[in-house]
C-alpha cells in the first residue's frame, strides 16, 4: 500500500516559471516531510523539510506548504531554472522510517 | 548537510560472482543505515534497514540470503550481493540516519551505485 502519493508523475515548465508538486499522505503518524532532488545518476540529496507544526518553509526560490487538516504537502519552486531539471521525491516520516512518494520528473525548458 | 559516501560508484560484473558495496557517513554516526534498489525512472524501493551491532531487517519480497547486510560499525554499513545475476543489475543507494538536529532525525543519501551483471 502506497503511503505517499505524488502527483504530478512528469512535469514541464518553462524558465522563470512555478514549478509545483503534490503529495498526500494517509497515517497522521507521520510528522516529518523532506523533500529530496534527485539527478541522473546520482543519490537523492535532501532539499527542504517541514514539521506539521507550521503550514509553510521556505528556503530561497523553494517552499513547501503544508495542510494538515487535508494531510497534503506541496513543494514551490519559484523562478524555476534549467538547473532545476531533475527528479523529485517527497517522503514521510515517523520514528525515522520514511517513505517516499513515486517521483516527479521535472523539466525546466529554457 | 551530512554527507555519506558509497564506493564503489559503479561495477560490472560476471554472472555468478559477488559484488559487496560499501556505505559510509564520513561526518557523523549512523546507528541506523537504509539499502535502497532503484530501477530507471521508479522511486527507491526500501531493501532493508541496518542497524549496527544487530541483524538487518529485510523489507518483504527481498531475500535476506542473497542480499547481505553488514552494519559493523557506526560509520560504515556493507552490501553483499551474493551470485549476482543480471536481474540484480540495477541503481543501489544507501543512505544513513543522521543524529537529530533542529529537534528532528533525517536520512542522508550516498551518491548509489550502479551495478551490471552480465
Known amino acids: 500500500q502506497q503511503q505517499v502519493k505524488q502527483s504530478p508523475q512528469s512535469l514541464i515548465v518553462q524558465k522563470g516559471g512555478i514549478s509545483i508538486i503534490n503529495c498526500a499522505y494517509e497515517?497522521?503518524?507521520?510528522?516529518?516531510f523532506p523533500w529530496y532532488q534527485q539527478f541522473p545518476g546520482k543519490g537523492p540529496a535532501l532539499l527542504i523539510a517541514i514539521r506539521p507544526d507550521v503550514s509553510e518553509k521556505k528556503e530561497g526560490r523553494f517552499t513547501i506548504s503544508f495542510n494538515k487538516s487535508a494531510k497534503q504537502f506541496s513543494l514551490h519552486i519559484m523562478d524555476s531554472q534549467p538547473g532545476d531539471s531533475a527528479t523529485y521525491f517527497c517522503a514521510a516520516s515517523m520514528m525515522g522510517d520514511m517513505r517516499f512518494g513515486a517521483g516527479t520528473r521535472l523539466t525546466v525548458k529554457p | 548537510g551530512a554527507v555519506v559516501s558509497q564506493h564503489p560508484s559503479r561495477v560490472i560484473c560476471k554472472s555468478g560472482t559477488s559484488v559487496k558495496i560499501e556505505c559510509r557517513s564520513l561526518?557523523?554516526?549512523?546507528?541506523?543505515m537504509f539499502w535502497y534498489r532503484q530501477f530507471p525512472k521508479q522511486s527507491l524501493m526500501l531493501m532493508a534497514t541496518s542497524n549496527e551491532g544487530s541483524k538487518a531487517t529485510y523489507e518483504q519480497g527481498v531475500e535476506k540470503d542473497k542480499f547481505l547486510i553488514n552494519h559493523a560499525s557506526l560509520t560504515l554499513s556493507t552490501l553483499t550481493v551474493t551470485s549476482a545475476h543480471p536481474e540484480d543489475s540495477s541503481f543501489y543507494i544507501c543512505s544513513a540516519r543522521a543524529p537529530p538536529a533542529g529537534g528532528q532525525e533525517t536520512q542522508y543519501f550516498g551518491p548509489g551505485t550502479r551495478l551490471l551483471v552480465l
Open positions: 561526518d557523523f554516526q549512523a546507528t541506523t
Open positions: 497515517n497522521t503518524a507521520f510528522d516529518y
